[in-house]
T-cell receptor, first 113, second 116 residues
């Protein structure tokens, strides 16, 4: 069964550095998402992406964050000038079309020290 | 604004018994979708069950079923014949559609412990 994959599973970075979290959505999916979950808290929406542009973004998704689908298969989340409070689990999700289910990847644990 | 509330932070159940997880939500929409996701210690989000608001029949997936009360805006999950592998965090979620964009809004989650 097709799955959403994410790499790396765990990323440690120093405050102020840039990180790129990578996701490979299910191949025929057209809608892509990033969510994050700070340890012990609920999952929060960050951004949705369709047709090579952002559809919606949350207040969390400030100008340090960006997303890209560089080659038609990968979907990346870049965080510049990382802060301690960016430490969280980041989930990628994808779906095939409007009104269908989102399938989540296994997540990347980001630790900012 | 749409919100999802899970008022019970933790519950426990004996193996083979039945447990019900509660969830309420707030919305002004008439057609929407509700979901229960399971998050085991591996932290991957796994879809357990979904319910479409326009369907009166409660969704069922093997040992998992929901009690959807649209007027009360209640969406509880019943797990029958609980198994050790059911131990996880469970999140209730509501799908918002605005201006052609969709996203999920999650509750705070509930930790389920299954005792042998």
């Amino acid at each position: 069964e097709p799955e959403v994959t994410q790499t790396p599973s765990h990323q440690v970075t120093q405050m102020g550095q840039e990180v790129i979290l990578r996701c490979v959505p299910i191949s025929n999916h057209l809608y892509f998402y990033w969510y994050r979950q700070i340890l012990g808290q609920k999952v929060e929406f960050l951004v949705s992406f369709y047709n090579n542009e952002i559809s919606e973004k949350s207040e969390i998704f400030d100008d340090r964050f960006s997303v890209e689908r560089p080659d038609g298969s990968n979907f990346t989340l870049k965080i510049r000038s990382t802060k301690l409070e960016d430490s969280a689990m980041y989930f990628c999700a994808s779906k095939i079309g409007q009104g269908t289910e989102q399938y989540f990847g296994p997540g990347t644990r980001l630790t900012v020290t | 604004a749409q919100t999802v509330t899970q008022s019970q932070p933790e519950m426990s159940v004996q193996e083979a018994e039945t447990v019900t997880l509660s969830c309420t939500y707030d919305t002004s929409e008439s057609d929407y979708y509700l979901f229960w996701y399971k998050q085991p210690p591996s932290r991957q989000m796994i879809l357990v069950i979904r319910q479409e608001a326009y369907k009166q029949q409660n969704a069922t997936e093997n040992r998992f079923s929901v009690n959807f009360q649209k007027a009360a805006k209640s969406f509880s999950l019943k797990i029958s014949d609980s198994q050790l592998g059911d131990a996880a965090m469970y999140f209730c979620a509501y799908r918002i559609t605005q201006g052609g964009s969709e996203k999920l809004v999650f509750g705070k989650g509930m930790k389920l412990t299954v005792n042998p």
